[in-house]
């Protein structure tokens, strides 16, 4: 009931304050007090409704916003703030920023998937519950969705006169307010100052928490400049009113005086694991669960709670996330650059034209290979992203002199990269920077012949095979083609390609190349390691055999001992450490390429392989 939330005497003084403003200018009331009361027990539902529970497409049925809601710590000052990337940002628990704020108003900003919207839930939800110690001067929430400004109609409005105002005419509806402006008003203006003068009143007498759900949502730009300026001026107007105002990072960039910025921080590893216990429950499965995250590449995306979201409704729905790390990553990609703003019928326009969904996807995937070869390293400056977008905007019809407006629309349309410090930009997750750069590699006409191309990309290739349309092709061009081109040096180089390569799982078929390219590979770690120590030290140290042992059982056909002797004849073996033969082999005269009616006629044979046993049939 309404008195719950509202005392009585709180609704006779809103009414009777909002009345005597009317009066003072000539108008009246066209409603009663038993008006507003019904209005706001109907908006109070609404209220209660939206914030109850979340649900998405992957998800079996909704769960209850108490049941799965975890504290979330917030930056007191956004990210993009810092001068350095080694800089800390302070962070403190939500309670406390609630505390922190006192009587001022809050802004909470987050890249998409953040949990900025439940998080309001969670507050909403505390004040229906006669929280005492979460915002204590207010007296209940008041709810705006902001997306929902999209579609208003100027015959629904209660003053459609009135219709450039936006927050005002929402407040008029949801209050109830039938107002009779006094005679002879010659402007809108007035009318427009009469009414803000009454909803002032009535707010300040009720002391609402008005929650503003959505900035970033809001599609026309002169709605979206309208909201801001609406803001504004209830900031510096509301003393007992509290506002609080969500919105994507990437689209606010503003200063509000009245205001505390707060910016939501990825989730630690105690708050993973204290998320997936409350959204799996058993306590078995939990641990199922945590240990596959722990063991995938694509943990740092568990960071956002979205993102953790659907992997636990996945994991619900089949008992494990996906054993493919391809299909996370995709999943990923798609649901921040699309698939969350489709479930949430959220349009996003952008300011360039033919700039969609899937030309950002592309923008984003030679962004990150740009990047990833000209820098070598996770977060850029601003002259590093200037100089790989001015190298790529053509592709795309972007204006040249644009980079950071470009990078602000992608990080508030995706999250997946973002403004991190001053003047320092990065790919919001490590993992994901690797497939983008890995889509891009993979649908070039052909892979990269030079070496700088290459060296610096030993994950991302790794990660092209599994996605290839065909890994055992693009694995044996790899290997046969393009690994003799990086330096000797550069043992590191394949050490990191295998293991990969073991955690990706690509699908190899039935192809005796593939096999070759197998043997070709661990001869090539063999002898680059052998360059830095002594057999011995390498029998001892040599950890890639295990891994070259696991990745000969992925390769459905591999090469025979005979077919190894058609190329080459046997000059030494020796027992290496965990007693399985390594054989040195020497080219025979006269055979320099591969033979046989296929596509990779004309391979060069190396002159001197290292075989073990174990990658044999």
Same mark, same amino acid.
């Given at each position: 009931?309404?008195?719950?939330?509202?005392?009585?005497?709180?609704?006779?003084?809103?009414?009777?304050?909002?009345?005597?403003?009317?009066?003072?200018?000539?108008?009246?009331?066209?409603?009663? !007090?038993?008006?507003?009361?019904?209005?706001?027990?109907?908006?109070?539902?609404?209220?209660?409704?939206?914030?109850?529970?979340?649900?998405?497409?992957?998800?079996?049925?909704?769960?209850?916003?108490?049941?799965?809601?975890?504290?979330?710590?917030?930056?007191?000052?956004?990210?993009?703030?810092?001068?350095?990337?080694?800089?800390?940002?302070?962070?403190?628990?939500?309670?406390?920023?609630?505390?922190?704020?006192?009587?001022?108003?809050?802004?909470?900003?987050?890249?998409?998937?953040?949990?900025?919207?439940?998080?309001?839930?969670?507050?909403?939800?505390?004040?229906?519950?006669?929280?005492?110690?979460?915002?204590?001067?207010?007296?209940?929430?008041?709810?705006?969705?902001?997306?929902?400004?999209?579609?208003?109609?100027?015959?629904?409005?209660?003053?459609?006169?009135?219709?450039?105002?936006?927050?005002?005419?929402?407040?008029?509806?949801?209050?109830?307010?039938?107002?009779?402006?006094?005679?002879?008003?010659?402007?809108?203006?007035?009318?427009?100052?009469?009414?803000?003068?009454?909803?002032?009143?009535?707010?300040?007498?009720?002391?609402?928490?008005?929650?503003?759900?959505?900035?970033?949502?809001?599609?026309?730009?002169?709605?979206?400049?309208?909201?801001?300026?609406?803001?504004?001026?209830?900031?510096?107007?509301?003393?007992?009113?509290?506002?609080?105002?969500?919105?994507?990072?990437?689209?606010?960039?503003?200063?509000?005086?009245?205001?505390?910025?707060?910016?939501?921080?990825?989730?630690?590893?105690?708050?993973?694991?204290?998320?997936?216990?409350?959204?799996?429950?058993?306590? !078995?499965?939990?641990?199922?669960?945590?240990?596959?995250?722990?063991?995938?590449?694509?943990?740092?995306?568990?960071?956002?709670?979205?993102?953790?979201?659907?992997?636990?409704?996945?994991?619900?729905?089949?008992?494990?996330?996906?054993?493919?790390?391809?299909?996370?990553?995709?999943?990923?990609?798609?649901?921040?650059?699309?698939?969350?703003?489709?479930?949430?019928?959220?349009?996003?326009?952008?300011?360039?034209?033919?700039?969609?969904?899937?030309?950002?996807?592309?923008?984003?995937?030679?962004?990150?290979?740009?990047?990833?070869?000209?820098?070598?390293?996770?977060?850029?400056?601003?002259?590093?992203?200037?100089?790989?977008? !001015?190298?790529?905007?053509?592709?795309?019809?972007?204006?040249?002199?644009?980079?950071?407006?470009?990078?602000?629309?992608? !990080?508030?349309?995706?999250?997946?990269?973002?403004?991190?410090?001053?003047?320092?930009?990065?790919?919001?997750?490590?993992?994901?920077?690797?497939?983008?750069?890995?889509?891009?590699?993979?649908?070039?006409?052909?892979?990269?012949?030079?070496?700088?191309?290459?060296?610096?990309?030993?994950?991302?290739?790794?990660?092209?095979?599994?996605?290839?349309?065909?890994?055992?092709?693009?694995?044996?061009?790899?290997?046969?083609?393009?690994?003799?081109?990086?330096?000797?040096?550069?043992?590191?180089?394949?050490?990191?390609?295998?293991?990969?390569?073991?955690?990706?799982?690509?699908?190899?078929?039935?192809?005796?190349?593939?096999?070759?390219?197998?043997?070709?590979?661990?001869?090539?770690?063999?002898?680059?390691?052998?360059?830095?120590?002594?057999?011995?030290?390498?029998?001892?140290?040599?950890?890639?055999?295990?891994?070259?042992?696991?990745?000969?059982?992925?390769?459905?056909?591999?090469?025979?001992?005979?077919?190894?002797?058609?190329?080459?004849?046997?000059?030494?073996?020796?027992?290496?450490?965990?007693?399985?033969?390594?054989?040195?082999?020497?080219?025979?005269?006269?055979?320099?390429?591969?033979?046989?009616?296929?596509?990779?006629?004309?391979?060069?044979?190396?002159?001197?392989?290292?075989?073990?046993?174990?990658?044999?049939?």
């Amino acid at each position: 009931m309404i008195e719950n939330y509202i005392a009585k005497k709180s609704l006779d003084l809103a009414f009777k304050k909002a009345q005597s403003i009317l009066a003072n200018m000539g108008g009246s009331f066209d409603s009663d !007090e038993a008006m507003l009361e019904r209005c706001l027990k109907t908006h109070l539902n609404f209220a209660s409704n939206w914030a109850g529970e979340i649900s998405f497409t992957d998800l079996q049925k909704a769960k209850n916003i108490g049941d799965v809601y975890i504290p979330l710590d917030l930056y007191v000052t956004p990210l993009r703030s810092r001068i350095t990337e080694d800089e800390e940002v302070t962070s403190i628990r939500l309670d406390q920023a609630i505390d922190f704020i006192n009587q001022r108003h809050f802004v909470l900003l987050g890249h998409p998937g953040a949990g900025k919207t439940t998080t309001m839930k969670h507050v909403c939800q505390q004040l229906l519950g006669d929280n005492e110690g979460l915002l204590p001067d207010t007296s209940f929430p008041l709810v705006i969705k902001l997306r929902d400004v999209n579609k208003r109609r100027r015959a629904d409005l209660p003053d459609p006169d009135l219709f450039k105002d936006i927050l005002w005419s929402l407040f008029h509806q949801i209050l109830g307010i039938q107002i009779i402006y006094p005679e002879g008003l010659e402007t809108l203006d007035e009318r427009s100052n009469i009414r803000k003068l009454t909803i002032l009143e009535a707010l300040e007498s009720l002391c609402p928490a008005i929650i503003l759900d959505g900035y970033d949502e809001i599609i026309d730009k002169v709605n979206r400049d309208t909201v801001l300026s609406e803001i504004r001026e209830l900031g510096t107007s509301l003393n007992k009113a509290q506002l609080l105002v969500t919105s994507r990072t990437g689209n606010f960039n503003y200063n509000l005086d009245g205001f505390d910025h707060f910016e939501i921080r990825p989730l630690n590893d105690s708050q993973v694991r204290e998320f997936v216990s409350k959204w799996i429950v058993d306590g !078995e499965k939990i641990k199922i669960l945590l240990d596959q995250l722990d063991n995938s590449p694509f943990k740092d995306t568990a960071i956002r709670p979205l993102t953790l979201a659907h992997l636990c409704a996945i994991f619900e729905r089949i008992g494990r996330i996906p054993e493919k790390p391809k299909t996370v990553y995709r999943k990923v990609v798609n649901l921040l650059i699309e698939e969350w703003d489709e479930q949430r019928s959220v349009e996003r326009g952008s300011n360039y034209a033919s700039f969609s969904a899937d030309r950002k996807f592309e923008f984003l995937c030679e962004l990150a290979y740009t990047l990833t070869n000209s820098v070598g390293k996770s977060i850029f400056k601003r002259q590093d992203l200037t100089k790989s977008y !001015e190298r790529i905007c053509g592709n795309y019809a972007l204006p040249r002199n644009q980079a950071r407006t470009v990078a602000r629309e992608l !990080e508030s349309h995706t999250g997946l990269f973002i403004e991190s410090g001053y003047h320092l930009f990065e790919f919001s997750h490590k993992s994901i920077q690797e497939y983008l750069t890995a889509e891009y590699v993979v649908r070039l006409p052909e892979i990269p012949l030079r070496v700088g191309n290459i060296r610096k990309i030993p994950n991302e290739l790794a990660i092209a095979v599994s996605i290839s349309s065909s890994p055992s092709d693009y694995i044996c061009t790899l290997v046969l083609n393009r690994f003799k081109l990086i330096p000797e040096k550069q043992s590191e180089f394949i050490q990191t390609f295998v293991n990969r390569l073991l955690v990706e799982k690509p699908d190899f078929n039935q192809s005796t190349l593939v096999g070759w390219a197998l043997v070709i590979l661990y001869s090539m770690h063999f002898i680059r390691s052998l360059n830095n120590l002594s057999q011995l030290e390498l029998f001892a140290s040599d950890t890639m055999a295990r891994e070259f042992d696991v990745l000969s059982k992925m390769i459905k056909a591999r090469i025979r001992k005979s077919e190894v002797y058609r190329f080459y004849e046997k000059i030494q073996e020796q027992e290496a450490l965990d007693g399985v033969i390594v054989q040195t082999l020497e080219k025979k005269n006269g055979f320099e390429h591969f033979d046989g009616s296929n596509r990779f006629d004309g391979i060069h044979l190396p002159d001197i392989l290292k075989i073990r046993d174990t990658l044999l049939e």
